[in-house]
T-cell receptor
Framework: EAQVTQNPRYLITVTGKKLTVTCSQNMNHEYMSWYRQDPGLGLRQIYYSMNVEVTDKGDVPEGYKVSRKEKRNFPLILESPSPNQTSLYFC????????????FGPGTRLTVL | GDSVTQMEGPVTLSEEAFLTINCTYTATGYPSLFWYVQYPGEGLQLLLKATKADDKGSNKGFEATYRKETTSFHLEKGSVQVSDSAVYFCALTRGGATNKLIFGTGTLLAVQP
């Protein structure tokens, strides 16, 4: 089944404890992206990747890192999480970057205490 | 910059009622337009899309027409069901380097039996 998977689905952590949220797609998509969803703000792009080893900042990149060593994986890294990073995170992928639809993962709900 | 504005919710309807969720956008050029749906506890799923002016996207009884002259992409359904209860997001992308999806804030639809 074609899909985007994320792990973990739920995570409660404390301020400053490094964490990684994994994202994997099995559709051989070139483009991948991370969004965060906050009440009243919709979804905002954190980082994106046009292909392996090509990543760039989105609208809200502060406090996050990403890597794209393989085409299928695009982990989101929080080196020192803070409470303002408490949010619902979505990974998405797309065959290319020509305005096609993006396929979303199930989401990761992160709480930073 | 580009933006999407959609009507505030929640929208509460009785089963079989007619649904309209308004969406207007601001963007240069000819973006692609989307409606995504988020069912409780799940990720975002593409509901329908339109890639050029006057295109009509349709799926599962939902429709939306890309109106360039009014910069709108309103979502309609003739007869809603309880199973349509979800959050609906209007979004646009101009593709290109970021391929960023710009989302509205979402509209919660609650359908009562």
């Amino acid at each position: 089944e074609a899909q985007v998977t994320q792990n973990p689905r739920y995570l409660i952590t404390v301020t400053g404890k490094k964490l990684t949220v994994t994202c994997s797609q099995n559709m051989n998509h070139e483009y991948m992206s991370w969004y965060r969803q906050d009440p009243g703000l919709g979804l905002r792009q954190i980082y994106y990747s046009m292909n392996v080893e090509v990543t760039d900042k989105g609208d809200v990149p502060e406090g996050y890192k990403v890597s794209r060593k393989e085409k299928r994986n695009f982990p989101l890294i929080l080196e020192s999480p803070s409470p303002n990073q408490t949010s619902l995170y979505f990974c998405a992928s797309s065959p290319n970057f020509s305005g096609n639809e993006q396929f979303f993962g199930p989401g990761t709900r992160l709480t930073v205490l | 910059g580009d933006s999407v504005t959609q009507m505030e919710g929640p929208v509460t309807l009785s089963e079989e009622a007619f649904l309209t969720i308004n969406c207007t956008y601001t963007a240069t050029g000819y973006p692609s337009l989307f409606w995504y749906v988020q069912y409780p506890g799940e990720g975002l799923q593409l509901l329908l899309k339109a890639t050029k002016a006057d295109d009509k996207g349709s799926n599962k009884g939902f429709e939306a027409t890309y109106r360039k002259e009014t910069t709108s992409f309103h979502l309609e359904k003739g007869s809603v069901q309880v199973s349509d209860s979800a959050v609906y997001f209007c979004a646009l992308t101009r593709g290109g380097a970021t391929n960023k999806l710009i989302f509205g804030t979402g509209t919660l639809l609650a359908v009562q039996p």
